[in-house]
């Protein structure tokens, strides 16, 4: 009985020591040790974070778009021959192919947030100054400096789609990444759609390139504003799921975020466990690291490499982020990347080939001027918006219905294990009824064409197109980010570099080919080359896409989950 009583009095005295002592927490970010959530933005907030990103995205279409239709004019600005000016397309895709895999694994280093705004500066500027050089008398300085502009106006452009994929894996599970996604798709290409008739209406108009230089270098200078208002830090090995602002530094907060919180003192609960906040979140860091490590293929290769370094150059390298660019190259050579790869790469080569060969198709066979042919990319660009849309809900529904046919609980918080989940069989599913519409789309525009068909035809089939390569180019770039969780930068960053490549590499060989073959079976030939090596590609993803990743991550090939027979998954 004694021993009861004093039991209860020590409870009593610990309650009120409790009741004294413990501060309230701040409602606006919880205590250390409540369950954790996969991300601390509200679905609000996710909206808003989508509409950002995806306009801010608009510029990588729209800097290639506009272009197109200022080439005439950019000959006689700078009295260059047509060689010349299609020089500066080239620097203009070498630079599209190099920005990504510079700023993408630095973005994984050093967060998103600041990535951003660089890249968005380094495309108004360099707008700023290409309209400036077109406002000055044409010479061989101009010239010189037009390239260089035009480079440094890719490097920005450019490296805004490969940030936001890794702002997107930041926020959303594997299995939402789909919905947030497609509207950031359909936002990057109004740039599509907006790109060529801006450019064709300023050339017809006006009568001068330097005016749409203007134009990008206005929206390149409101879209850094916005970032820097609206964006927080997203990464996160920097800053966790967002909730902790104690692992904030000062500028990984949005500007408006700081305005609001700069004359006011950080809460009682904050100041107190600000040790307890800093030695939770440090463990915690640690062990998400260590799970995305160990989860990651990249990962485990660089650490088996060898010993971290600890001076030279190797520090550098490792202290920059430069260290991922290495990696960049790693990843493509293993099986199942290279296929994903070719997947997405494949498309946007012959996409890039349809966009290429419309000046020549409509000025030469109908007549059109440059503002008609501006309009002609329209339906392409209709197209790739509602593809996007589409797209996106349906990776979201491929994932739930895989993993409900695999009686599989989807995480929302931690996301799901996807050295466990086939992500391959979800991703994958409704490629082969894809790749027919896409083979047939591709012969008929290209026989259609070269007999000269109504227009309307054409204008149709580049509708179809549109559509098709947004799947690709969406589905299997989101594919790459889910083998390779904890860098997605990178990894975004290694398919842009494939897809400039191989998109260089088609448009070469295009003259050649039409004027040997003609236009009809130059279209037959690479849409019978997606179509057979890709159905090849989804078949051997689907059948060995998750023992690849799993023995890559030195884990037993055989799946310690039973995973459905392929025709029962593709129903």
């Not at 409602?27 to 250390?32: G, S």
Request: aromatic letters at 10%.
């Amino acid at each position: 009985m004694l021993v009861k009583d004093k039991e209860e009095q020590d409870l009593q005295i610990t309650r009120k020591e409790q009741s004294h002592e413990a501060p309230k927490p701040d409602p606006e970010y919880p205590p250390p040790g409540l369950p954790q959530v996969y991300t601390s933005l509200s679905r609000l907030q996710l909206r808003k974070l989508q509409l950002l990103v995806g306009l801010s995205s608009t510029t990588s279409t729209l800097a290639t778009m506009i272009y197109l239709p200022l080439l005439p004019m950019l000959r006689a600005q700078f009295h260059a021959t047509a060689q010349a000016i299609n020089l500066t397309l080239t620097v203009y895709v070498i630079f599209q192919a190099i920005s990504p895999v510079i700023f993408g694994p630095l973005s994984d280093k050093h967060g998103r947030r600041i990535l951003f705004m660089l890249v968005l500066a380094l495309f108004a500027l360099g707008s700023m100054g290409l309209a400036v050089s077109c406002a000055v008398d044409a010479s061989g300085s101009s010239y010189a400096a037009l390239l260089v502009l035009r480079a440094v106006q890719s490097l920005g452009a450019s490296a805004t789609y490969s940030v936001s994929y890794g702002v997107i894996v930041d926020v959303c599970l594997p299995g939402e990444r789909g919905r947030m996604l497609g509207p950031i798709g359909m936002a990057l290409n109004l740039g599509t759609c907006l790109g060529p008739i801006t450019g064709g209406i300023i050339a017809y108009t006006t009568g001068s390139p330097m005016w749409a230089f203007w134009a990008m270098a206005i929206a390149g200078v409101l879209l850094l504003i916005a970032v820097g208002l609206f964006l927080p830090e997203t990464a996160r090995l920097l800053v966790g799921n967002g909730a902790d602002p104690s692992l904030f530094k000062w500028w990984q907060f949005s500007w408006l975020t700081l305005a609001k919180k700069r004359i006011q003192r950080p809460s009682f609960y904050q100041k107190k466990s600000h040790s307890l906040h800093a030695i939770t979140n440090d463990t915690r860091s640690k062990q998400t690291h260590q799970g995305a490590v160990s989860s990651s293929p990249t990962a485990i290769e660089s650490t088996a490499s060898g010993p971290i370094p600890t001076k030279g150059f190797g520090v550098i390298l490792q202290k920059t982020g430069l260290d991922n660019l290495i990696e960049c190259l790693r990843i493509i050579p293993h099986k199942d990347t290279i296929l994903t790869l070719w997947l997405q790469t494949s498309s946007y080569a012959i996409s890039y080939c349809f966009m290429a060969s419309i000046p020549d198709i409509f000025r030469d066979t109908y007549g059109f001027n440059e503002w008609q042919i501006g309009l002609v990319y329209l339906p392409r660009g209709i197209g790739i918006v509602i593809g996007s849309y589409c797209t996106g809900y349906m990776m979201d529904y491929n994932y739930r219905v895989v993993a409900r046919r695999l009686d599989w609980t989807i995480d929302k918080v931690k996301g799901d294990d996807m050295l466990l989940f086939p992500i391959e069989l979800a991703r994958t599913r409704g490629t082969y009824i894809t790749l027919a519409i896409a083979l047939a789309t591709t012969v008929s525009y290209g026989w259609t064409s070269q007999y000269a068909v109504h227009p309307a035809v054409l204008l149709v089939l580049q509708f179809l197109e549109g559509m098709c390569v947004t799947f690709f180019y969406n589905t299997y770039g989101t594919l790459i980010v889910d083998f390779f969780p904890d860098k997605p930068g990178t990894a975004a960053a290694t398919a842009s570099v494939t897809r400039c490549v191989m998109a260089a590499v088609a448009v070469a060989v295009l003259e050649p080919i039409v004027d040997a073959v003609g236009r009809g079976w130059f279209f037959t030939i690479f849409g019978l080359w997606r179509a057979v090596l890709g159905a090849a590609a989804v078949a051997l993803l689907r059948w060995r896409g998750l023992r690849w990743r799993r023995e890559r991550s030195g884990l037993p090939g055989k799946v310690p989950v039973e995973v459905p027979r392929r025709a029962e998954v593709s129903k």
